[in-house]
């Protein structure tokens, strides 16, 4: 292995194992404070397509696995486990046509990024639900985002992606052009066979008022809350995103029910509101209805995920009923050895279809994300428990798991990510495109579909 010749190929930067401060720079790669086993031992600052291109081939003729990595994201630290890693986080180029309502962008882009370059032309994605994370593997897993029940997956508005191969060739992939690559990169994730350097999309008008109400209740009170949310969301347009917060506190599990309501005017949202709030339990605290931009949803959203703490996080789709999964969700939570973790599950009576072939195959009318959060090493152990345990309570009443949040390194049987027609098509797609198995180091998600 001629890294130096890898070097003198490529824009971008090479950093072997044996250079100084290597440690530190593979410990930057994953955005969780709880870094995973890790085997990576070159890594491949990527310039440009030239230089992912150079990463391939030096990769396949060395007989590396590969990585690409877009912000690390990922809680189960796949990013960087393979023996390269190629980040890609510094293709960041976004170009709109705002005419045409159409976007090129590039993998490193973020959600912030997006909405604010957005929001400025008055156009809007499904972006995800916190701002670091980029547009690289959001997309790649099917991308569950803000009006999502209007607007369906991110995946769905994806109507092109350019794509380097195993073979290091860089192609299109849509509809028309190697449709076998474009079915696969909406919603494979990780086990996805190529990198996508950039992703070519169709954008929507953006809602003129965004208002959101923020009702809390004690735990014990979950029944009457979801009585109730299953009323309202039967009646309330698919623009209403409902989810309900559960967090551990000192007194006991509380939740917090919070309606964002996307709508084309203030009124028409009060209007909404005013459906919404028929029939709502007495609250502890009412806060709002509050005004925001898609950009400006960030800031209620990140602070609730600091960088740096340690995170196991697994997720959940459910067609059970709200009540069942939310009163198991607050036993969980009062169960969970920190006050830090919680878990968002969102009621989507009204979603959008997902789009029709892609990869994304599973989905359900309940999307729970359960976010396992805590400061010291000492305590990894009772938190994976933990958590294992409450995804193991729910299991019995839920169809899946969404491959983006879901913990690719638990042991044991785990809700399938992905249909069983989409698992076996993925794996005649690798065989097919990535032969030598470069990408396929990480236990693939799709390949974890229960039987
Ligand atoms: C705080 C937080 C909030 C989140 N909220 C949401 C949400 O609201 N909705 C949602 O849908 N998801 C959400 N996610 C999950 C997120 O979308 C996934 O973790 C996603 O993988 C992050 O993208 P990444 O590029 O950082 O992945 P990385 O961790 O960098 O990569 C993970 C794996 O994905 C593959 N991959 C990544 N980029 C590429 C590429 N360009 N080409 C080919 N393969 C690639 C590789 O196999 C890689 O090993 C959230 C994650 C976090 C940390």
Redesign the pocket.
């Not at 670091?132 to 959001?138: E, I, L, Q």
């Not at 790649?140 to 803000?146: I, T």
């Not at 190529?194 to 350097?197: L, R």
């Given at each position: 292995m001629n890294t130096e010749m890898l070097k003198r190929r490529i824009s971008g930067a090479v950093i072997t194992a044996f250079e100084p401060g290597f440690a530190a720079q593979r410990s930057s790669?994953?955005?969780?404070g709880r870094q995973p086993a890790s085997r990576a031992r070159l890594i491949v600052r990527a310039a440009s397509v030239a230089d992912v291109q150079e990463a391939v081939r030096f990769a396949a003729a060395n007989g590396l696995t590969v990585?690409?990595?877009?912000?690390?994201?990922?809680?189960?630290?796949?990013?960087?486990?393979?023996d390269m890693v190629i980040d890609?986080g510094a293709l960041k180029r976004l170009q709109i046509d705002a005419v045409a309502r159409s976007a090129r962008i590039e993998?490193?882009v973020n959600?912030l990024e997006l909405a604010s370059a957005l929001d400025q032309k008055g156009l809007a994605f499904p972006l995800?639900?916190?701002g670091?994370?980029?547009?690289?593997?959001?997309l790649?897993?099917?991308?569950?985002?803000?009006n999502g029940s209007v607007w369906g997956?991110?995946c769905g508005l994806v109507r092109s992606a350019e794509?380097v191969l195993a073979d290091g060739r860089c192609v299109s992939a849509s509809k028309s052009e190697n449709p076998d690559v474009f079915w696969a990169?909406r919603g494979a994730?990780?086990?996805?066979f190529?990198?996508?350097?950039a992703y070519h999309v169709d954008l929507k008008l953006a809602p003129r008022a965004i208002e959101t109400v923020v009702r809390v209740y004690p735990g014990a009170m979950a029944t009457d809350v979801a009585t109730w949310a299953e009323a309202v969301m039967a009646k309330a347009p698919a623009s209403v995103e409902f989810t309900a917060k559960v967090a551990n506190t000192a007194t006991g599990p509380m939740v917090a029910a919070i309606a964002t309501v996307f709508a084309n005017s203030a009124e028409e949202a009060r209007a909404v509101h005013a459906v919404i709030a028929v029939g709502a339990p007495s609250a502890l605290e009412t806060i709002g209805p509050m005004q925001s931009s898609f950009p400006g949803l960030y800031q209620a959203?990140?602070p609730t995920?600091p960088v740096g703490r340690r995170?196991r996080?697994d997720s959940v789709w459910s067609d059970a009923e709200f009540g069942a999964i939310l009163g198991l969700v607050v036993d969980g939570m009062a169960q969970s050895p920190s006050l830090d973790s919680f878990t968002v599950l969102t009621l989507r009576s009204k979603a959008a279809p997902m789009p029709a072939d892609a990869a994304l195959s599973q989905d359900g009318r309940i999307f729970g994300?359960m976010?396992g959060q805590w400061v010291d090493a000492d305590d990894d152990e009772r938190n994976a428990f933990w958590l294992q345990r409450l995804i193991a309570d729910l299991s019995p009443l839920c169809c899946g798991a969404?491959v983006?949040?879901c913990d690719l390194s638990r042991p044991g049987a785990r809700l399938a990510t992905h249909s069983h027609a989409a698992v076996s098509r993925l794996s005649d797609l690798r065989r097919r495109f990535d032969p030598q198995g470069l990408?396929t180091t990480?236990p693939a998600a799709p390949a974890l579909a229960a039987e």
């Open positions: 790669l994953i955005w969780n990585s690409p990595r877009g912000g690390g994201h990922h809680f189960t630290g796949i990013a960087a486990q393979a890609l993998p490193a959600n995800g639900h916190c670091s994370v980029p547009m690289s593997g959001y790649l897993g099917g991308g569950f985002g803000w997956f991110g794509v990169l994730g990780p086990g996805f190529g990198i996508v350097t959203t990140d995920v995170y996080v994300a976010y969404y983006g949040l990408f990480v």
